[in-house]
């Protein structure tokens, strides 16, 4: 079978399909994500990664200066008053970099992959949901290069046993790109698409994996950074995006469009009705190409939750599943996967002129390419 996922992340889809004797297939557009789900589906004899690991762990301790010592909020020498990384681990990452060109290719993304999640664990900031929080007292924790081999030791040792019990994802890949742009060209015709877009919460996922994709060279400057965002599923407000030119995506989407435009004053940004209008424009193109992609008895899974704004609630999921029907494809179920906190940034002002919070979920909508035969069920057989 074959298994794609348009909005593939860090490759859980694909990996989980090549590892069940499919062929997974996942699109993805950070390039850094990209490349780490590429690399999950990588193997190598355990020997040849264990020795490009002693070769690169002995070149680290040199250090290599690197392009971001005196860039932006990369390290001490940008001007900031708060740095990611200090200059010797950023130098210790940047030797190992240096040492894993040598490698041959497949060890060499893994040690690529295993040193940027080392740097991370270096790092003065940590992950936090939508951004990145500097750790508490993170003057005092000092990292340092040695800090860098250390965590490398011990992701490679991850690794490692992953190897050794790793199935081969023979016929798998990962293309990177703009899925509305890949999918409307020729891909190939799937069985099963399981995929989780971005979420309609103004979240800007490039963001967040900033560091790591200026210290993977993803992208150079804060320019190039730019246009991976552009290419990015317009979910979020924070990059001037060409306007969407549809408006009509369902009964339920009108209602609600109406609802959050009459609000317009009260939004955080005045571009959220756009914002919204734009996600269901992208979403329909990517419905539609997957329609004319999928096999004759091919299904497709969605992943979403539900928004709101101003008290407005969006329930992502119906409007998909209404333009799902709209784009030829038959709808078999819309389910609750679980209630989510209603975030405060969305909602707290609203809490006391309203009165009542929309209790936003996270649902899966599930489409089917033919509508499924009635009987067979009731009859068993
Ligand atoms: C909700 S996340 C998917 C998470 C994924 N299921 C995982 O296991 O990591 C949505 C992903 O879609 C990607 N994305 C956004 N716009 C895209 C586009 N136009 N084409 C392809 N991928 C895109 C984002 O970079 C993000 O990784």
């Given at each position: 079978m074959v298994v794609v996922?348009?909005?593939?992340?860090?490759?859980?889809?694909?990996?989980?399909?090549?590892?069940?004797?499919?062929?997974?297939?996942?699109?993805?557009?950070?390039?850094?994500?990209?490349?780490?789900?590429?690399?999950?589906?990588?193997?190598?004899k355990p020997y040849l990664f264990a020795r490009g690991t002693d070769r690169v762990i002995r070149k680290m301790s040199a250090g290599?200066?690197?392009p971001l010592e005196s860039y932006s909020t990369f390290s001490s020498g940008g001007g900031a008053d708060k740095w990611l990384f200090n200059r010797s681990v950023l130098r210790s990452f940047e030797a190992g970099w240096h040492a894993s060109e040598d490698e041959p290719p497949n060890v060499r993304s893994l040690l690529r992959l295993s040193l940027l999640g080392a740097?991370?664990?270096?790092?003065?900031?940590?992950?936090?949901?939508?951004?990145?929080?500097?750790r508490k007292d993170w003057e005092g924790l000092k990292f340092g290069g040695k800090d860098v081999v250390e965590a490398l030791r011990n992701r490679v040792a991850v690794i490692a046993e992953d190897l050794k019990n790793t199935a081969s994802a023979d016929g798998s890949r990962i293309?990177?790109?703009?899925?509305?742009?890949?999918?409307?060209?020729?891909?190939?015709?799937?069985?099963?698409c399981v995929t989780s877009p971005p979420y309609l919460n103004s979240f800007d996922y490039s963001d967040v994996y900033r560091p790591e994709l200026f210290l993977g060279k993803f992208v150079d400057s804060n320019e190039a950074l730019r246009v991976v965002r552009l290419r990015t599923l317009r979910s979020h407000v924070q990059v001037e995006?060409?306007?969407?030119?549809?408006?009509?995506?369902?009964?339920?989407?009108?209602?609600?469009?109406?609802?959050?435009r009459s609000v317009?004053?009260?939004?955080?940004?005045?571009?959220?009705?756009?914002?919204?209008?734009?996600?269901?424009?992208?979403?329909?193109?990517?419905?539609?190409?997957?329609?004319?992609?999928a096999k004759p008895d091919a299904s497709l899974w969605l992943v979403v939750s539900t928004s709101a704004y101003a008290g407005?609630?969006?329930?992502?999921?119906?409007?998909?599943?209404?333009?799902?029907?709209?784009?030829?494809?038959?709808?078999?179920?819309?389910?609750?996967?679980?209630?989510?906190?209603?975030?405060?940034?969305?909602?707290?002002?609203?809490?006391?002129?309203?009165?009542?919070?929309?209790?936003?979920?996270?649902?899966?909508?599930?489409?089917?390419?033919?509508?499924?035969?009635?009987?067979?069920?009731?009859?068993?057989?």
């Open positions: 996922d348009p909005f593939c992340g860090s490759g859980t889809v694909p990996l989980a399909a090549a590892s069940l004797g499919h062929r997974g297939v996942g699109l993805e557009v950070n390039p850094f994500l990209a490349f780490v789900s590429r690399t999950k589906l990588v193997q190598t290599v200066p690197s740097a991370m664990d270096a790092c003065n900031a940590v992950r936090d949901g939508k951004c990145l929080r500097y293309v990177r790109g703009d899925c509305r742009q890949r999918l409307s060209q020729d891909f190939e015709p799937f069985d099963v995006w060409p306007k969407p030119t549809l408006d009509d995506f369902g009964t339920l989407y009108r209602s609600r469009i109406e609802k959050l317009s004053k009260e939004l955080w940004s005045q571009r959220i009705p756009l914002m919204v209008q734009a996600y269901f424009e992208d979403m329909t193109q990517v419905l539609l190409s997957l329609r004319r992609l407005v609630e969006i329930p992502v999921d119906l409007i998909l599943a209404e333009i799902g029907m709209r784009s030829g494809w038959f709808l078999r179920e819309v389910g609750v996967l679980r209630y989510l906190r209603t975030s405060g940034q969305h909602w707290n002002r609203w809490e006391a002129l309203a009165g009542e919070k929309p209790q936003l979920r996270e649902s899966v909508v599930i489409l089917d390419a033919k509508p499924r035969g009635r009987g067979k069920r009731a009859s068993g057989k």
